[in-house]
C-alpha cells in the first residue's frame, strides 16, 4: 500500500462526524418546487445536534449542495472545497427507522465532485434502518487517523482516474470490514468499454460507441475520412455525440449528416466526445419508452419507464406528471416486470452481470422490435429514488419500497459475511 494509505483508519465507537442534510433530502426538497432561498432556510434551521463548529461545517456542506441543485455548479464545488477542508467525515441526518440499537452502519467511501460523481446511496438509506456515514478520499491527502466504525463499507464512487482506482482497489483489498461495489469493474462502465464488451452478444443490441476527439471529427469534416474505430454498417450517421464526462443528456445531440456535425462542434467547446450509432427504438405507435432497471445481488428492479414523443427521453421531460395514460402504462409495466420484461431479458442481465460484478448498480435501457436489450448505459451512481409525488404515483410506493427492502437486506447480509467471503 502505498504511503499516503499505509496506515488505515482506527474503528471508533464514539466518534460523531458532522451531520449534514445531505443529498437526497435536498433533492426532495427542491424537487417539490422549492427554490434556492428555501433550501437555505431548511439548512439552517436544521436541527441536528452538532457542536458549533460542527454546525457552521455542515451548513457550508449542504449549502454547496444547495448551489448545484439550483445550476451554480461550479460555485457548489467550491465551497464544497472548503467544507471537505473542514472535515473529510460526514454522517447524513435522518433517524434510522425502527430502534437505533438495531441500525445498520454503513460507511460509503466516495469522492469530491458534483453531484452524479457517487452513489447517491442516502436516498435509499433515508428511507431504512441505515445509518450512512460518508468519508471523502481526497487527493494526495491520506485518510483520517479514526472513523466510525460500521457494519459495511459501499465504495460508491461512479468513476475514477487511474491514480484514484489504484487506491480504490488498494483499499478494497485491505479494508477491515465487509465491502460492497468492488472498484475494480469501474472501467467496464465507459461508454466504449460497454459497447465493445456486449457486442455479439444475441439478446442484446449494443450500438458501435467510440472515444474521439475534436481533431479527430475535424480531420472526418476536412478529408472525408472515417473516424477511427466508428465502423458501422450504415456508416457514421445517424449517431450521438456527446461531451466525455457529461451526464443526463449533458450536451448530448443527433447528427444525421456531416452538415450537422460540424454545426454541433461550432457552439461545443469540449475536446473530447462519446460517439454512439443511433439505434431507432421507436415503438409502433410512435412513441419511445426508456427504463432504469436496478440490480441488487443481480436481483433485477425496475426503478421507472419514461414514455416520450422524442428519442431523447428523460422522465423529468417525458411529461409523466401530464398523462395518466403514460403513468398507467408504467404502474402496469412495474407490475408485470418480474413475469415480464425480467424473464424475457434473463440472458441479457446474466451477461451484463458475468462483465459487471458490482453488487449495486443499474442501465437505462429499452426493449429493441426483434425483442433484445438495448442497453444505453451501465452506471454505478445513479439515481434510484421515491420522490415522484404518492398523489400522481401510488403505483411507485409498493414497488421503491421493495427496491429498498432488498437493498438493506443485501447490506445486512453481506455485514454478516466473514470478510473473506465478502471481498
Known amino acids: 500500500?502505498?504511503?499516503?494509505?499505509?496506515?488505515?483508519?482506527?474503528?471508533?465507537?464514539?466518534?460523531?462526524?458532522?451531520?449534514?442534510?445531505?443529498?437526497?433530502?435536498?433533492?426532495?426538497?427542491?424537487?417539490?418546487?422549492?427554490?434556492?432561498?428555501?433550501?437555505?432556510?431548511?439548512?439552517?434551521?436544521?436541527?441536528?445536534?452538532?457542536?458549533?463548529?460542527?454546525?457552521?461545517?455542515?451548513?457550508?456542506?449542504?449549502?454547496?449542495?444547495?448551489?448545484?441543485?439550483?445550476?451554480?455548479?461550479a460555485e457548489g464545488l467550491n465551497l464544497q472545497d472548503t467544507a471537505l477542508d473542514a472535515s473529510p467525515l460526514w454522517r447524513v441526518g435522518g433517524a434510522p427507522q425502527g430502534a437505533p440499537r438495531d441500525a445498520l452502519r454503513l460507511l460509503a467511501l466516495v469522492g469530491p465532485g458534483d453531484l452524479m460523481t457517487n452513489t447517491p446511496l442516502d436516498f435509499l438509506t433515508n428511507h431504512l434502518n441505515v445509518r450512512l456515514d460518508l468519508l471523502y478520499l481526497l487527493p494526495d491527502r491520506p485518510l483520517p487517523a479514526s472513523i466510525p466504525d460500521h457494519d459495511a463499507a459501499f465504495f460508491a464512487l461512479g468513476e475514477a482516474?487511474?491514480?484514484?482506482?489504484?487506491?480504490?482497489?488498494?483499499?478494497?483489498?485491505?479494508?477491515?470490514?465487509p465491502v460492497l461495489n468492488d472498484p475494480s469493474f469501474l472501467p467496464a462502465l465507459e461508454r466504449d468499454t460497454l459497447s465493445r464488451s456486449l457486442a455479439g452478444i444475441a439478446s442484446i443490441a449494443s450500438p458501435t460507441a467510440v472515444a474521439t476527439s475534436r481533431a479527430a471529427l475535424q480531420a472526418h469534416l476536412d478529408t472525408g475520412c472515417p473516424i477511427q474505430g466508428f465502423d458501422t454498417p450504415t456508416g457514421p450517421y445517424p449517431c450521438l455525440i456527446r461531451p466525455i464526462g457529461s451526464h443526463a443528456g449533458a450536451g448530448l445531440s443527433r447528427v444525421t449528416n456531416p452538415a450537422e456535425l460540424a454545426n454541433y462542434l461550432r457552439f461545443c467547446f469540449d475536446r473530447q466526445f462519446f460517439l454512439t450509432a443511433f439505434h431507432d427504438y421507436q415503438g409502433a405507435d410512435g412513441l419511445y419508452r426508456k427504463s432504469r432497471v436496478?440490480?441488487?445481488?443481480?436481483?433485477?428492479?425496475?426503478?421507472?419507464?419514461?414514455?416520450?414523443?422524442?428519442?431523447?427521453?428523460?422522465?423529468?421531460?417525458?411529461?409523466?406528471?401530464?398523462?395518466?395514460?403514460?403513468?398507467?402504462?408504467?404502474a402496469a409495466a412495474m407490475a408485470e416486470f418480474d413475469h415480464g420484461f425480467a424473464r424475457r431479458h434473463q440472458a441479457a442481465f446474466a451477461a451484463l452481470h458475468e462483465r459487471l460484478g458490482f453488487d449495486f448498480y443499474s442501465i437505462d435501457c429499452a426493449e429493441t422490435p426483434d425483442g433484445r436489450l438495448l442497453v444505453f448505459e451501465a452506471d454505478a451512481a445513479a439515481i434510484i429514488h421515491l420522490m415522484d409525488p404518492p398523489n400522481l404515483f401510488p403505483y411507485k410506493q409498493p414497488q421503491m419500497r421493495k427496491v429498498f427492502a432488498a437493498f438493506e437486506a443485501m447490506l445486512r447480509r453481506r455485514a454478516a459475511a466473514p470478510r473473506a467471503a465478502a471481498a
Open 294 to 330: 436496478g440490480f441488487i445481488d443481480r436481483q433485477p428492479f425496475l426503478c421507472h419507464m419514461a414514455i416520450s414523443q422524442h428519442w431523447m427521453v428523460h422522465y423529468l421531460n417525458a411529461d409523466m406528471t401530464e398523462s395518466a395514460a403514460k403513468r398507467a402504462e408504467e
Open 1 to 73: 500500500m502505498p504511503l499516503i494509505d499505509q496506515t488505515l483508519p482506527a474503528l471508533s465507537d464514539t466518534l460523531v462526524p458532522p451531520i449534514v442534510r445531505g443529498t437526497a433530502d435536498l433533492t426532495s426538497f427542491a424537487y417539490q418546487g422549492n427554490d434556492h432561498d428555501a433550501l437555505m432556510q431548511r439548512i439552517e434551521t436544521s436541527t441536528a445536534p452538532n457542536p458549533a463548529l460542527a454546525r457552521q461545517a455542515a451548513q457550508t456542506y449542504d449549502a454547496a449542495i444547495a448551489l448545484q441543485l439550483g445550476f451554480r455548479r
Open 161 to 177: 482516474d487511474p491514480a484514484t482506482l489504484a487506491r480504490l482497489r488498494r483499499l478494497f483489498a485491505a479494508w477491515p470490514r
